[in-house]
C-alpha cells in the first residue's frame, strides 16, 4: 500500500496520490490546552499518475469535509474496513476545524485527539512524536475522498496529457511517515500560510507584523531588539542577525512569498544550509506571530 500525497478513490482498486511542496517543522502551539496541526493540503501539484485535484474542487466540497470528514493515520479508517483491518476506527486521530484556499492552495486546521484509554492511544503516539523527541519525525498529509468528475488538459511544460479532478467528495486527510513522493509537504505545529497570523487577503501582512510586533522603525529596524551583533561579511552569524537581513529584506521588499521562498532566499543569499534556513525562517514566523498579538493585546 502507497502512502503520502492525495489519496483519492472511486472504487477499492482505484488509488491515486497527488504531491505537495515541502514544509517547515515547527516547535508545538497550543491553544487552550488544545492540540493542533497545520498543513497545506493542495497545491495543485502533478502526482506521478499526471493527475491535478484542482482548488476550486477542495474549496466546493470543504464544508462536506469539515462536517463530516476526520484525520487519520495513513488512510486506515477509510481503507480498513474492506481490507479487513481490525480496529480500523482506532487509527484516527483528530478532525478538521478549519479550511482555507490561498490561490490554488489549500490549508487545514487539525484538531489532535486527547484523553485516556485506547481510543486516544494512537493521537497520542502521534502528537509525543512531534513534540516529545529531538528531531521531531515527520508526518505527510494525503487527501483522502471520491473523484466525482474529472476533465483532461495539456501540461504546458512537459506537453503531455494530464488529468484535471474538478469535483470530489472530500472526507479524510491521513497523515504518512512515507510519502510517495518528495515533494509532499511536512505537516506543521505551528500555524502556515492563510492560516498564519497577519494574514490578510493579499497574504501574510509581513510590514504590519514586524512593525507591531517588534515595535521596530519599518526604514531602520532599530527598535524591539531586532539589531544584533552582526556578521562583517554580509551572511548572518546567528538567529539574530539572520532575523534582522530578514526584516530588512522584507520591508525592502527584496523578497516575498511563503515560508519556502524565504527559505530559498536564505539558502541563496545567505549561504545557509536548507534545514538551518528552514529552522530559522520558521523560527522568525513564529516570532512574529507571537510579537505581533502580544503587541494587539497590550
Known amino acids: 500500500?502507497?502512502?503520502?500525497?492525495?489519496?483519492?478513490?472511486?472504487d477499492t482498486s482505484n488509488v491515486h496520490f497527488l504531491s505537495f511542496s515541502q514544509c517547515l517543522k515547527a516547535t508545538p502551539a497550543e491553544e487552550g490546552g488544545k492540540r493542533y496541526v497545520?498543513?497545506?493540503?493542495?497545491?495543485?501539484?502533478?502526482?506521478?499518475?499526471?493527475?491535478?485535484?484542482?482548488?476550486?474542487?477542495?474549496?466546493e466540497s470543504a464544508e462536506h469535509y469539515l462536517?463530516?470528514?476526520?484525520?487519520?493515520?495513513d488512510h486506515i479508517t477509510q481503507i480498513g474496513p474492506k481490507a479487513g483491518i481490525a480496529d480500523h476506527h482506532l487509527y484516527e486521530i483528530g478532525r478538521p476545524v478549519e479550511v482555507k484556499i490561498d490561490n490554488n492552495r489549500t490549508f487545514v486546521?487539525?484538531?489532535?485527539?486527547?484523553?485516556?484509554?485506547?481510543?486516544?492511544?494512537?493521537?497520542?503516539?502521534?502528537?509525543?512524536s512531534i513534540t516529545e523527541v529531538e528531531p521531531p519525525q515527520r508526518w505527510y498529509p494525503s487527501v483522502g475522498g471520491s473523484i466525482l468528475e474529472d476533465d483532461y488538459d495539456i501540461d504546458p511544460e512537459t506537453k503531455r496529457k494530464r488529468r484535471l479532478i474538478t469535483k470530489v467528495r472530500w472526507t479524510n486527510i491521513g497523515l504518512s511517515r512515507t510519502p510517495a513522493n518528495?515533494?509532499?509537504?511536512?505537516?506543521?505545529?505551528?500555524p502556515i500560510g492563510a492560516l498564519a497570523k497577519c494574514w490578510g487577503a493579499g497574504g501574510l501582512d509581513i510590514t504590519k507584523a514586524l512593525e507591531a510586533g517588534y515595535g521596530s522603525d519599518s526604514a531602520s529596524l532599530t527598535g524591539g531588539g531586532a539589531l544584533r551583533r552582526q556578521s562583517l561579511y554580509g551572511a548572518p552569524i546567528n538567529y539574530w542577525d539572520f532575523r534582522h537581513q530578514l526584516s530588512v529584506a522584507l520591508l525592502r521588499h527584496k523578497v516575498s512569498g511563503s515560508a519556502g521562498d524565504l527559505a530559498d532566499y536564505a539558502v541563496k543569499e545567505y549561504g545557509l544550509s536548507r534545514s538551518e534556513a528552514a529552522?530559522?525562517?520558521?523560527?522568525?514566523?513564529?516570532?512574529?506571530?507571537?510579537?505581533?498579538?502580544?503587541?494587539?493585546?497590550?
Open 279 to 298: 529552522e530559522w525562517v520558521e523560527r522568525f514566523l513564529r516570532d512574529l506571530s507571537f510579537n505581533y498579538d502580544k503587541r494587539k493585546a497590550s
Open 38 to 59: 497545520y498543513l497545506e493540503a493542495s497545491n495543485e501539484s502533478v502526482d506521478q499518475q499526471g493527475e491535478i485535484v484542482l482548488a476550486r474542487a477542495l474549496e
Open 67 to 73: 462536517k463530516y470528514g476526520n484525520i487519520d493515520l
Open 182 to 190: 518528495s515533494e509532499v509537504p511536512e505537516i506543521s505545529v505551528v
Open 1 to 10: 500500500m502507497s502512502h503520502g500525497g492525495l489519496f483519492l478513490y472511486m
Open 109 to 128: 486546521k487539525g484538531q489532535i485527539i486527547q484523553g485516556e484509554g485506547p481510543v486516544a492511544a494512537k493521537a497520542n503516539q502521534f502528537w509525543e
